[in-house]
């Protein structure tokens, strides 16, 4: 969109199918990516330069700040009597688009924060301790909760899980990791960027000394801060020794090769659709994706104003009575989406060698 | 090792060959780690145990401080007269064992950090800011210097490496962060967890209020302190708005599902070679892996005074005259290690259009 304002236009009809392959299985964004947020001059501009090269179709990629975007530039054209369709196409590892069944990106993010526990819980399973994952999702717990799916035997971690859909109460976190290190001897748990407290405040806010916003009034709760604190209470208050964690990051948003072949289907797929409803519609909207089997799919065009700006939270069936943990019903959900050959991990199943000097 | 003073004894005979195939396919330690340092009453308990259990034989996976403390056993045993073949196998992501050419998981560990920054890379390409990795490797720079092969383009990160072999200087971070601002409106820096001052004091040490050390005096470096810490100089002095910070942490060293096969090969080759050493040898040691072709490698087994408790660090002919970058040879080392398939990211390819309202 800043590439329009600044007449930064590059001709896509010059590129190959070789190329285009080759960037269809590259991450992140071939045209670059923006935080400008238009208001009504900033589109009088985007109109000009549309003018001027006669372009009439305007397809935007992304979540739902960018289907406000859309919304807003559809509107404004409206207004200034200026012809342009505009299609808004789904692309947010946060997977908070409304409408949708989920979206493009969130499931190789989850792929990757699934592989991510699986190891995670291997390092913490030889060598014992209270580890903390966390996981990007200001809004929305689904990319935390797919930690639940590197589980495999009972006593597996992720032990618990901490979405934003539920109030983070310390006590209870401490009590949790308690248990779990009572029980298995271990914890591993998986916290949402975003966990707020009672008043709704995130808890990472409380932590940067300099918060950062964003044009449209995100806060940046990136750094380590968070996985710091925690760790920190928890090694103060219940006393263990070896309690580690992390911040999962940039690395889990753009990882190059763990990837879903779903997720690139559908990703194609729904930019596909984009074109199709360009080319033979006559309105603007966003192309959602709706689930019609187990598994398969269907899109439509919805209405921008149904997607834009609104957050789409993790349903309740979706959650543990506990709060801490994802239902069955979830793993059904994600299961299909996190593609094929997800890789396998596994354990000794030697027997004890019965005890010679301490009989038991 | 800790399994053996309680007796902790499992049967490995009676694993299948399919179970096997699945645990070696699997990240992390099946046997469990121990961060254990033996004394002489500990050693004379091991004795006990082993006599009691008929066993000659001694096998210790790990890196130096696991190979001093085969050297330890070994000697203790010579000491109290008892018949111990004690023998260490090669593995630490840290790639900082003398003798060896390389060691098993560091080549996988390092694909990880190289497809890490392959997307880092595009992610910042698409949203430019400075962006700083840090990575594992606390007296070695091989894992951070690895970050070098993510590079495809020459504008790509990262477009510096910070490695432990070097004296970190804030000044002349700052100016190569700046350097490649005004170069390429972006830059990505990978940045050892092990840097140091000038007086050779790590700079994460100076961060971190309560350090622990492990029981081998290891200072521990985890936790985002460093990243966080580096990313809020580079705000406050270079003044730029965006500037992220991870830390790759856990992930890094036991991520499913991202392994070098040429890795996964040799790891299990050394084990083969251990127990070969074992039956048919007479003495104790530490198998080393030697490069004798590109690429082509053999084993031998090496007195374990050579390996235990000795650091390598990334020789000067693998880092560039500038200090903050790798050489030909170390790209021509570290390529055939990532082994086969490493994903392939591409950029489009299309040509600007002319501007029709300011022209250029």
Known sequence: MRGIVNEDLVDLTSET???LELVAATPSS??????????????????????AHGIDCFFYIGGNDSADTVRIISEAAGTAGYPLRCIHIPKTIDNDLTVNDHTPGFPSAARFVVQAFMGINLDNYSLPGVYIGVVMGRNAGFLTAAAALAKKFPDDGPHAIYMPERVFDMDGFLADVKGSMDRYGRCVAAVSEGITDRQNVPIAEGLSKQLEKDAHGNIQLGGGALA???????KDRLGYKRVRGDTFGYVQRSFAGCVSDVDQREAREAGHKAVQYAMSGDHSGSVTIHRTGSYAVDYKLSPLEDIAAKTRKMPDDFIAGSGTHVTEAFHRYLEPLLGTALPQVHRLRSPAVPKLLKPE
């Not at 071939?30 to 003018?51: M, N, W």
């Not at 710091?228 to 928890?234: I, P």
């Open 17 to 19: 199918a070789a190329d």
């Open 30 to 51: 071939a045209l670059g990516s923006t935080r400008d947020k238009p208001d009504r001059k900033y589109c009088l501009e985007i109109f000009r330069v549309l003018q």
């Open 228 to 234: 710091d604190y925690l760790t920190r209470v928890v």
